[in-house]
């Protein structure tokens, strides 16, 4: 298994540009979600989803959309970046069944917006 | 929303010491508890969890507690070594509705062990 994979892995916008940033897992887990990291901040919750065709707000939702059209597949769209969004990001999944608790991360993806 | 607090931010010990992170958290709902370990530039790793049934497990030199009256739990490494510096997270999971798989996490604490 690959686990929970992202793509890219680095990169660099500038101030309006469009992407979507990818997230895949091989696990069949139900549950996936969006995370950003900035220092002394923790993760932030972005955006989640329990099944596809489901998908919810978190935390910090503002710039961000998500689709989840299959269990595989997450991607998060960020619409018009701005510096704000400069940030690590990660997606987790899990399964969401009674006794499976344990989220498992990607490698992250590094995004600078100048 | 759930809201979890961590202290201390940076903890600095000597190698051989003990290591205590404490968190704390409001939903009283929450019913899972997991410890992430981050080395630099790597992603978070789960090290050990507890549910809210229980209130200790342990796992070779890595022990965690929860007080489920006081709404707090607290991440214990025993004889800590240099491999144990990193940034670790504590989480809660909320047990409410369709959102009880979401984890809210502690701002961190940065762990170094000195040699």
């Known amino acids: 298994n690959a686990g929970v994979t992202q793509t890219p892995k680095f990169q660099v916008l500038k101030t309006g540009q469009s992407m979507t940033l990818q997230c895949a897992q091989d696990m069949n887990h139900e549950y996936m979600s969006w995370y950003r990291q900035d220092p002394g901040m923790g993760l932030r919750l972005i955006h989640y989803s329990v099944g596809a065709g489901i998908t919810d707000q978190g935390e910090v939702p503002n710039g961000y959309n998500v689709s989840r059209s299959t269990t595989e597949d997450f991607p998060l769209r960020l619409l018009s970046a701005a510096p704000s969004q400069t940030s690590v990001y990660f997606c987790?999944?899990?399964?969401?069944?009674?006794?499976?608790?344990?989220?498992?991360f990607g490698p992250g993806t590094r995004l600078t917006v100048t | 929303g759930e809201n979890v607090e961590q202290h201390p931010s940076t903890l600095s010990v000597q190698e051989g010491d003990s290591a205590v992170i404490k968190c704390t958290y409001s939903d009283s709902a929450s019913n899972y508890f997991p410890w992430y370990k981050q080395e630099l530039g790597k992603r978070p790793q789960l090290i050990i969890d507890i549910r809210s049934n229980v209130g200790e497990k342990k796992d070779q030199r890595i022990a965690v507690t929860l007080n489920k009256t006081a709404k707090h739990f607290s991440l214990h490494i025993t004889e800590t070594q240099p491999e144990d510096s990193a940034v670790y997270f504590c989480?809660?999971?909320?047990?409410?509705?369709?959102?009880?798989?979401?984890?809210?996490f502690g701002k961190g604490t940065l762990l170094t062990v000195n040699p």
């Open positions: 987790a999944s899990s399964k969401t069944g009674t006794g499976q608790y344990e989220q498992y």
């Open positions: 989480a809660a999971r909320g047990g409410r509705g369709g959102s009880n798989y979401k984890l809210t």
